[in-house]
């Protein structure tokens, strides 16, 4: 996820994380198969500002990098 | 009636219900219980802040309720502390009924844990709140179909402008009347059930949001989106925020200084014309004791009450609206590099006016590393109480300008000491603690919300701030007053000999013993060094006598140094106390005083040492 440029969309493949974030992520909206929109990166590699369905996310790089995604645009933006 | 309590200590009453509020953070959960109970409730933009437990006995319909509120969580089988919490209860204590709240317009994501609650067999009722969001977002939400397929009563409300409560108490009395009160029982098994039924969750809540709930084509919130194109910009994003913070804090210091001047002079005449005259006919030193101790010293923190208001006031506006979740944001990659995160600099910012909220704050944080290497770093915030000192010296000491320039440097030096400080220990507190924080829509927060809140805040401050504060200010009496007899703070009196005993320490920072005393004044609050000056010197701070007697026997190269160390050392016994109960473990507590008072001494010791070396004096 922390390869998408502003504006991109991404669908989650993945999660590398351990249970307890990975439960957090889930209840956030953060699960395979969620499209994910990257609405801004911070500067000096400051934490990612996106949008899962109808909620809004700031995420740090390093947690970014460990969730896989899979680049694209979607068909629908609703989840 | 509220109070809180253990997390599993809830005995239940015979033939009072229990009922139970589960929630996610942000959804409004305490804001509808506070509506529903009238009760104090916090409330906050900011994931996870109620901590206690709260609960309040309300009358439905009829029937003796007991309400309880459980904390925010995000899933019933997250690792969080909270979300332990709210295991723990369910399964000790017996529940009559579930009252569950999402925030309507994320019911995408939320369902998940009226799911999981259902999963474990208790009568529940589900609360869609914030209706006027869903509505602004374009969600569409069919309550009927929901409610077949959860098999769940549910109700659209909004809580914040109190539309749809009159019929969620309805529905909550109507559900317990199905069921006998007292039949609740703990949940069995609890891991196990939600385990077991985890692998079908998704499945069914897809076909549920399917048939009950229509989506936007397109994300509506144009506000929220225009609002952040600025003030989460790249390069503007923090000079705005920096805008914003300054001229809070002088609309703070602009009304709030006035009224704390108002108090104190009600309270000092109080003391003067009331008391005075009706303990007239006590031992002088008991009458000195209670008049120029206890009354003084009291009266010194209750005259501080309206700034701590207005504070709570301006960040209940900043918090509720969303704004400070942005500050997080912005921050965060700095803070990242220091150990800490977006959080603690918000917390940092919160300092600034007062360090002890600051400090109750980092219970937002699970990392128990991140937590005190925060909690090591707030107290460095110039608060409001070390600025009137500043304030004062600068306009003796110093031409306008210069005086202006001075205060601006202290600001310099706060930031500087805790960005040394987070450096210094970050491998000591380490933390690896992900930072994933929900950015909520910019809201407008209403205004008996913010009162209610400060008000609760205040209250709270006041409750557990009294005893500590006695003491202190009783201790610092009697060290000025003892042996009986002797002129109050003078060298013959305990604090004077404390002031001559630390002269070897101290006089290489260019503090003599009566600059001594002061300090030792301050150490228990900064609001009383002035105060203690002005007893020491047998000025008052007003006329402009209490400058000019001190202007005589103290350099500006004195002043500054005592200025510096006032900055760095210890805050207050308040904030001691709260770094105390928060962090749980004395030996932290003494380090973090330690610290402050090594580093104090040294930047004063550096500053006066070299000053001399130039040949200012």
């Known amino acids: 996820m922390v390869d998408l440029a502003a504006g991109e969309f991404g669908t989650v493949t993945g999660l590398g994380v351990e249970a307890g974030l990975r439960h957090r992520l889930a209840a956030l909206g953060i699960k395979p198969g969620q499209v994910v929109k990257v609405l801004r990166r911070g500067w000096w590699s400051g934490p990612i500002h996106l949008r899962v369905g109808m909620t809004e996310l700031m995420l740090r790089r390093v947690d970014a990098a460990r969730i896989e995604i899979r680049a694209g645009d979607p068909s629908h933006l609703s989840p | ?617």
């Open chain 2, 1 to 617: 009636m509220t109070h809180c309590l253990d997390s599993a200590g809830l005995i239940p009453v015979p033939g009072q219900a229990t009922v139970a509020v589960v929630g996610m953070p942000n959804t409004g959960k305490s804001t509808l219980f506070s509506q529903l109970t009238s009760a104090h409730a916090h409330i906050g933009n900011w994931p996870g802040l109620t901590v206690d437990l709260m609960q309040a006995e309300l009358n439905l319909e009829g029937r003796s309720v007991q309400l309880v509120d459980l904390p925010g969580i995000y899933d019933l089988r997250g690792h969080s502390e909270d979300e332990a919490v709210v295991r723990r209860f369910l399964e000790s204590t017996p529940v009559d009924l579930v009252v569950i709240i999402l925030n309507a317009s994320q019911i995408d994501r939320q369902l998940r844990l009226a799911l999981q609650v259902r999963q474990l067999g208790l009568p529940a009722l589900l609360l869609l709140n914030m209706a006027d969001e869903a509505r602004r977002f374009g969600v569409g939400i069919d309550l009927d179909q929901l409610a077949r397929h959860l098999e769940l009563p549910v109700l659209l409300i909004s809580a914040k402008y109190r539309q749809g409560l009159a019929q969620a108490r309805h529905a909550i009395a109507t559900e317990l009347t199905a069921a006998e009160p007292g039949e609740g029982r703990p949940v069995r098994d609890l891991e196990a059930r939600l385990a077991a039924a985890d692998d079908d969750l998704a499945g069914s809540m897809a076909s549920m949001l399917e048939a009950a709930v229509t989506f936007p084509a397109q994300w509506r919130d144009g506000l929220t989106r225009r609002l952040d194109r600025w003030l989460l910009h790249p390069v503007l994003g923090l000079p705005l925020f920096f805008v914003v913070m300054a001229l809070m804090f002088q609309a703070i210091y602009a009304l709030g200084v006035p009224m704390q001047g108002a108090l104190g002079t009600v309270i000092s005449n109080f003391s003067q014309h009331v008391l005075s005259p009706l303990l007239v006919s006590w031992p002088p030193f008991l009458r000195a004791f209670v008049i120029d101790g206890l009354v003084l010293g009291i009266g010194t923190v209750s005259a501080f009450l309206p700034v701590i208001f207005l504070f709570f006031l301006a960040m209940g506006v900043v918090e509720d609206s969303g704004y400070l979740s942005r500050a997080a944001f912005l921050m965060d990659a700095f803070m990242e590099r220091l150990g800490l995160d977006g959080r603690s600099f918000v917390l940092s910012l919160m300092g600034f006016g007062c360090n002890v909220p600051a400090i109750l704050g980092t219970r937002v944080m699970r990392s128990s590393g991140l937590r005190l290497l925060s909690m090591l770093i707030i107290p460095f915030s110039l608060c409001s109480a070390r600025l009137n000192v500043f304030l004062f010296m600068a306009s003796v000491f110093f031409a306008p300008r210069q005086a202006a320039l001075v205060i601006f440097g202290l600001y310099l030096l706060s930031f500087g000491a805790a960005i040394l400080t987070a450096l210094l220990f970050k491998g000591r507190f380490a933390s690896e603690e992900a930072l994933v924080l929900e950015l909520p829509p910019y809201r407008l927060p209403t205004i008996p919300q913010v009162l209610r809140r400060a008000w609760a805040e205040v209250r709270h401050f006041w409750f557990w701030a009294r005893r500590f504060i006695i003491f202190g200010v009783v201790s610092i009496w009697l060290l000025n007053n003892l042996p009986l007899g002797v002129a109050p703070a003078s060298a013959q009196s305990l604090s004077g000999h404390l002031g001559e005993l630390l002269q070897p320490l101290l006089a290489p920072i260019g503090i003599n013993p009566r600059l001594t005393v002061a300090l030792v004044f301050g150490f228990i609050a900064k609001e009383i060094v002035l105060g203690g000056l002005a007893v020491i010197y047998g000025q008052t701070a007003s006329s402009g006598a209490l400058g000019h007697a001190l202007a005589s026997e103290v350099s500006w190269v004195q002043a500054v140094s005592f200025m510096l160390f006032t900055l760095l050392y210890t805050p207050c016994l308040s904030t001691v106390a709260v770094i105390r109960t928060e962090s749980k473990q004395l030996g932290f507590t003494l380090f973090s005083v330690l610290w402050s008072l090594i580093l104090a001494w040294s930047v004063s010791f550096c500053f006066y040492q070299l000053a001399w070396l130039v040949g200012w004096r």
